[in-house]
T-cell receptor, first 116, second 108 residues
């Protein structure tokens, strides 16, 4: 089946620095990818929709200047957490829709971010 | 009101038990419904889609009631390996909206 990878799988950074997370579709093309965030014991919250070749669309309450999304190719989307703070520590997961099934998505393994 | 609501549990059941999870959703325009399973510190994995007529996959049965905007998942003959968080998922356009999940713990 289709595979989505994420890199890094975990990262620790200092407060005030920026962190980039990559999401790749390995054997299929994805014009759209989705970014989620999950805090402990909470559900996945959709942050934004990444669109290849155009601007990302953000969910209400998500700061677009803080969470920069770039979808430069049909297999790669990146999420950059700028000026990270401890409250940004979370599990970030990306997904890409199944090319043949509109509402089914393949999820990456997630990136655990810890900001100290 | 949350778009997708679930009882967070936990549900603690012995091996072999039957357990049912419920979920309600608020968007009447939703067309696609799923149950995902998430193990601790892992990404969610699709367990099964939910169809209007109800569907079964081995020990798992999913039901959908569009009039009540209600989805259920029944697990029969629970195994220790079924211990996980079960996420009810509904589409909003091309996006997937996740419920908070119901935690299941199966004990020997």
């Amino acid at each position: 089946g289709a595979v989505v990878s994420q890199h890094p799988s975990w990262v620790i950074c200092k407060s005030g620095t920026s962190v980039k997370i990559e999401c790749r579709s390995l054997d299929f093309q994805a014009t759209t990818m989705f970014w989620y965030r999950q805090f402990p014991k909470q559900s996945l919250m959709l942050m934004a929709t990444s669109n290849e070749g155009s601007k990302a669309t953000y969910e209400q309450g998500v700061e677009k200047d803080k969470f920069l999304i770039n979808h430069a190719s049909l297999t790669l989307s990146t999420l950059t957490v700028t000026s990270a703070h401890p409250e940004d520590s979370s599990f970030y997961i990306c997904s890409a829709p199944d090319p043949g099934r509109l509402y089914e998505q393949y999820f990456g393994p997630g990136t655990r971010l810890t900001v100290t | 009101r949350k778009e997708v609501e679930q009882d967070p549990g936990p549900f603690n059941v012995p091996e072999g038990a039957t357990v049912a999870f419920n979920c309600t959703y608020s968007n009447s325009a939703s067309q696609s419904f799923f149950w995902y399973r998430q193990d601790c510190r892992k990404e969610p994995k699709l367990l099964m889609s939910v169809y209007s007529s109800g569907n079964e996959d081995g020990r798992f049965t999913a039901q959908l009631n569009r009039a009540s905007q209600y989805i259920s998942l029944l697990i029969r003959d629970s195994k220790l390996s079924d211990s996980a968080t079960y996420l009810c998922v509904v589409n909003r356009g091309d996006k997937l909206i996740f419920g908070t999940g119901t935690r299941l713990q199966v004990f020997p």
